[in-house]
T-cell receptor, first 112, second 113 residues
Framework: SQQGEEDPQALSIQEGENATMNCSYK?????LQWYRQNSGRGLVHLIL?????REKHSGRLRVTLDTSKKSSSLLITASRAADTASYFC????????????FGTGTRLTIIP | GAGVSQTPSNKVTEKGKYVELRCDPI?????LYWYRQSLGQGPEFLIY????????DSGLPNDRFFAVRPEGSVSTLKIQRTERGDSAVYLC???????????FGSGTQLSVL
């Protein structure tokens, strides 16, 4: 079963605009991670935020985490055509093991 | 090697056959994960190894699926009596520690005819 649900399922924006994706999850977590996937093959790690952090930045990426609402958001600023991909959140549930469970993904399309 | 290597990259087999999918993790990574991904879906957890032992195999769909990691490095996912519903991309990932940043291989596209 999927731990997380991304919202929206698909998003199309013009190049240069900002893109925001959301992730909701069900159980308490140790950390939450965001990954990008091009062409349906290997995923690439983007950023990790721990349960005691509220916001984190990496280049054009900004991630927020609200553990009270069990949700996270990923903001990509000044989008580029190369940002076109699927984006997934993954959670490390706070059960004492390190099983990482992925959400259903947001398909982002940047229109040049 | 520099990254996680999965072989073969594509595997076509007939219903009922046995297949093995191999994963070479990044050297020194103790944690190794297998996921399965169908078109348009997120990666579905199958099994997680910490060293040589399976720390969590709760995602294996049934007893036709089995995975090993005998020396704590290379892992093999084994599927017996394949069914058409097993067709998917099988992804392997490794990390220095469980639950931390994952490094993914390019996956094996399994097609069961």
């Amino acid at each position: 079963s999927q731990q997380g649900e991304e919202d929206p399922q698909a998003l199309s924006i013009q190049e240069g605009e900002n893109a925001t994706m959301n992730c909701s999850y069900k159980t308490s977590i140790n950390n939450l991670q965001w990954y990008r996937q091009n062409s349906g093959r290997g995923l690439v790690h983007l950023i990790l935020i721990r349960s005691n952090e509220r916001e984190k930045h990496s280049g054009r990426l900004r991630v927020t985490l609200d553990t009270s609402k069990k949700s996270s958001s990923l903001l990509i600023t000044a989008s580029r055509a190369a940002d076109t991909a699927s984006y997934f959140c993954a959670t490390d549930a706070n059960f004492g093991n390190e099983k990482l469970t992925f959400g259903t993904g947001t398909r982002l399309t940047i229109i040049p | 090697g520099a990254g996680v290597s999965q072989t073969p990259s594509n595997k076509v087999t007939e219903k009922g056959k046995y297949v093995e999918l191999r994963c070479d993790p990044i050297s020194g990574h103790t944690a190794l994960y297998w996921y399965r991904q169908s078109l348009g879906q997120g990666p579905e957890f199958l099994i997680y190894f910490q060293g040589t032992g399976a720390a969590d195999d709760s995602g294996l769909p049934n007893d036709r699926f089995f995975a090993v990691r005998p020396e704590g490095s290379v892992s093999t996912l084994k599927i017996q009596r394949t069914e058409r519903g097993d067709s998917a991309v099988y992804l392997c990932a490794s990390s220095l520690e469980g639950g931390e940043k994952l490094f993914f291989g390019s996956g094996t596209q399994l097609s069961v005819l």
